[in-house]
């Protein structure tokens, strides 16, 4: 009877430790994942939801793409950017054209950033059991006499 009793309580504690709700942070120009005290990378909540959940690893995976192509974008924008600066501390005549350009391609890269934020978080919460709500958040903008709808996704 003992070992029966002790043997329920092993299974509900395996249970309660492998079922723990991943967490996700945003932080300046990425995210950080959290399951109990645990910090995790991307590549261990992939892991994690491949082998739990695959309705979530699948959006998981879909959210990758908008990472990859933010990454992209950001870092060929910072090497256009770096170009005319390290043109012009040598001394030569830099091309402020490529810098506009790279600030351009590091703007463009931040809604695709936001986009990845926002199915990641989808993503976590199929797995965590949440249903998805909608990230809609509308809003009035009054301003002397102009009104508006700002809605944000």
């Not at 003992?2 to 932080?27: A, G, N």
């Not at 910072?78 to 600030?103: D, F, Q």
């Not at 009035?140 to 102009?146: D, S």
């Amino acid at each position: 009877m003992k070992r029966i009793i002790s043997l329920l309580i092993l299974c509900l504690i395996t249970h309660l430790v492998m079922s723990q709700k991943i967490e996700m942070y945003k932080k300046f120009g990425g995210v950080r994942f959290m399951q109990g005290d645990t910090l995790l990378s991307e590549r261990q909540v992939a892991m994690i939801l491949f082998k739990e959940n695959k309705s979530a690893y699948v959006a998981l995976k879909k959210a990758k793409k908008f990472n990859t192509f933010s990454s992209i974008l950001g870092a060929t924008g910072t090497v256009l950017i770096a170009i005319p600066v390290i043109s012009a501390i040598s001394g030569g005549t830099p091309e402020w054209g490529l810098a506009a350009g790279g600030a351009g391609l590091i703007i463009a890269s931040i809604p695709f950033n936001r986009i990845y934020k926002s199915r990641i978080l989808d993503a976590l919460d199929i797995y965590n059991g949440v249903q998805p709500t909608s990230r809609v958040q509308p809003g009035f903008y009054f301003g002397g006499t102009r009104a508006g709808l700002i809605v944000k996704f």
